[in-house]
């Protein structure tokens, strides 16, 4: 019932920057946390931040800190992942995921209940 779309990702060359969107239907989008995850090939999804309910608080993992920001607007159920200073490591699939619950790890992908397909990501070096 509840679907998540990414939009956004491209081909991009390092140190550009790149925005990525995801579009929530079918729930409640403000009852959601909302994460961004990303997989290499060859490699485990990784977590890449997290942004709570109302927005009012976020969390990244530290490849990314100081260069990823995570946004969200309510009223278009949309999140966002702002990347700026791109680098080659950085290409991936990338994920948006909600988070019905109230507790658990945020940055476990265990811990999410939806997901979109993906969006890929390349940054060439």
């Known amino acids: 019932q509840v679907q998540l779309v990414e939009s956004g990702g491209e081909l991009v060359q390092a140190g550009g920057s790149l925005r990525l969107s995801c579009a929530v239907s079918g729930g409640t989008f403000s009852t959601y946390r909302m994460g961004w995850f990303r997989q290499a090939p060859g490699k485990e999804r990784e977590f890449v931040g997290t942004i709570s309910r109302s927005g009012g608080s976020t969390y990244y993992a530290d490849s990314v800190k100081g260069r990823f920001t995570i946004s969200r607007d309510n009223a278009k159920n949309t999140v966002y992942l702002q990347m700026n200073t791109l680098k080659p490591e950085d290409t991936a699939v990338y994920s948006c995921?909600?988070?019905?619950?109230?507790?658990?790890?945020?940055?476990?992908?265990?811990?999410?209940?939806?997901w979109g397909q993906g969006t890929q990501v390349t940054v060439s070096s």
């Open positions: 995921s909600a988070k019905s619950g109230l507790s658990g790890a945020v940055d476990s992908p265990r811990e999410y209940d939806y």
